[in-house]
Nanobody, 115 residues
Framework: QVQVVESGGGLVQPGGSLRLSCVAS????????MSWYRQAPGKERELVAA????????MYVDSVRGRFTISRDNVKKTLYLQMNNLKPEDTAVYYC????????WGQGTQVTVSS
């Protein structure tokens, strides 16, 4: 079954950190560029970060550049998003997916940044 399962979200205070994980199955993970997306209440889903292969230059949306780091482990078939210096505007459900040829969306993981 082709799927991704996100985890690692939670409630954190402004300035805090979280590390999200996304475990992929059912497809050749290493063959695909992977990406993180987020959807805040009342807003459309947006692309946050993407990575093609380990060690390649990742892509970040301006609002998270310098605070978020995307990485991947092709052996573990896992995508990561290290989020530092979190802000209330980062509150959203975070999803991972293939950058192209996207598959069905997972349930995502809720990130809430609040004092």
């Amino acid at each position: 079954q082709v799927q991704v399962v996100e985890s690692g979200g939670g409630l954190v205070q402004p300035g805090g950190s979280l590390r999200l994980s996304c475990v992929a199955s059912g497809f050749t993970f290493s063959s695909y560029a992977m990406s993180w997306y987020r959807q805040a209440p009342g807003k459309e889903r947006e692309l946050v970060a993407a990575i093609i292969i380990p060690g390649s230059k990742p892509m970040y949306v301006d609002s998270v550049r310098g605070r978020f780091t995307i990485s991947r482990d092709n052996v573990k078939k896992t995508l990561y998003l290290q989020m530092n210096n979190l802000k209330p505007e980062d509150t959203a459900v975070y999803y991972c997916n293939r950058l192209n040829s996207q598959i069905s969306w997972g349930q995502g993981t809720q990130v809430t940044v609040s004092s």
